[in-house]
């Protein structure tokens, strides 16, 4: 009974949320608050449209090669800052200067330097979810055991093996929870930067019908972009949980046994 | 003051031929100095001159912030002495080796691998193939009294499970010395007896040398041929005590022999006459 409502409950929640929006839009009447009916109406031709799917696979596109390179910089910067303390002492100021910067306000500069294409918006991405992860694997290399480091140099690990098959390994929990973060923060930047650079994407698709007045298809892809982020992170969230599953709570129960 | 050599025939038990002769770690002048938070220099070590012997079991006693595990990880390797040198078959050590196996208090296992991964994991890394590391990796498993527990992940044990799986680890890729830094600190008095136990009857079959961290009287006595007293504050030797008693050694016949109970209320009379047990920490 109760697992059956712990799987209801998410239904349950969206249809409560439809339900609300449909009486709220009936109730008030506003030709820019369509009622839920219509907007659910209005998706299936733009995933039908071809145009519109090459869009939105573009800035599915841009976002994977924004988050990729983004992870591919910031966790060794971040495990190596971890471990050394030249290393965060140089790049720690700088860090604390660029984190409370929203990466949108960063777009007019980039776009003026790189144009409106594709560079800057997977710069603007990268930027956007580099923070959280160079941060976090960064907490994470630190609060490496000692010993655990010692005890691979006495099987006669170097240096740079250490970091990468004992460090990587034990940080791994605190990467990828940045890497979560890092994750939702892809698909902000991803949408903000095609508002602000309009040219093609997701974004652009949600401004140019707010242009020409067609609400349902706003709140369309307001839901389709929603329903992208809720896809991408329960996938992530599958994947964290197969690769840290030696530390997992469900672990927490030592047997007794001396 | 220091160092009482051990001459043949002192150590009984020790069937002939297998006589411990010369010194396999040389510990000369080592002195061990910490700036502390308030910038101050804290002497943790002072001029410590220590020789253990191959195939000796010699364990390092003392109240807590003596020095005692400073004194190991300078033997592994893993600090480096304010000055005198540390060597280890002759050669002075600068860094940690594969000769000399720590075991710690805190376990230290490697979270994300499986006891077998772990166990593996030395003799992996010395450029064994897998199905031999994996053998040699379930002897040792084995040995330790942990066959069926393979695929278990370290936070699936207990402490004492934990600290058996450390000591086959470290003993798998085959250390010519054990560094103990108090293994059995961390557990509770029933796992702890039944360790030592174990540990000594693994040690009694090939007589690797062990230097072993304590601040237990009885565990010193009861483990060792040798036990080295520190005092703090400076951390100094203080004492060299032989520990003559017949091997193989069970618990039950040794808590009977007046010999052991000498010992320990010797040793224990020495600690309480410099007050070192009363400082606090």
Partial sequence: MKGALKHLSPALACCGLLLTWQLASLGLKNDSFPTALDSLRAIPPILTDKEALINILASLRRMAIGFALALAFSIPLGLLMGRSRATAAFFNPLLMLVYPVPKAALMPIIMLWLGVGDVSKTLVIFLGVSLPVIYHSFEGAKAVEEKMLWSGAAMGLSAGERLLRIVLPAALPEILTGCRTGLVLALITMVTSEMIARQSGAGNILFNALDMGQYDTVFAMIIIIGAMGICLDAVFETIRRWLVRWSEPQFDMPLSFS | MGVTPIRPGELAGVPLGRRPAEPIIEIDHVSQVFKTSSRRDHTALSNISLSVEEGAFVSILGPSGCGKSTLLYIVGGFVSPTSGTAKMKGKPITGPGTDRGPVFQEFALFPWKSVLGNV?????????NSAKAEARALELI??????????????????????RVALAR??????????????????????????????????ERDRKTVLFVTHSVEEAVFLSDKVVMMSRSPGRIREVIDIDLPRPRRREELLLDPRYQNYIVEIERMFDDSGDNELPS
Avoid: C
Avoid at chain 2, 120 to 128: E, I, K, N, S, V
Avoid at chain 2, 174 to 194: C, I, S, Y
């Fill in chain 2, 120 to 128: 593996m994991y030395g003799p992996l890394q010395q450029g064994m």
């Fill in chain 2, 142 to 163: 084995a040995m330790v009294g942990l066959t069926g527990f393979e695929k278990f992940y370290p936070k699936e044990l207990s402490g004492g499970m934990k600290q």
């Fill in chain 2, 170 to 203: 470290t003993l798998a890729y085959g250390p010519e010395v054990l560094l103990m830094d108090e293994p059995f600190g961390a557990l509770d008095a029933h796992t702890r007896t039944r360790l030592q136990n174990d540990l000594l009857e693994i040690w």
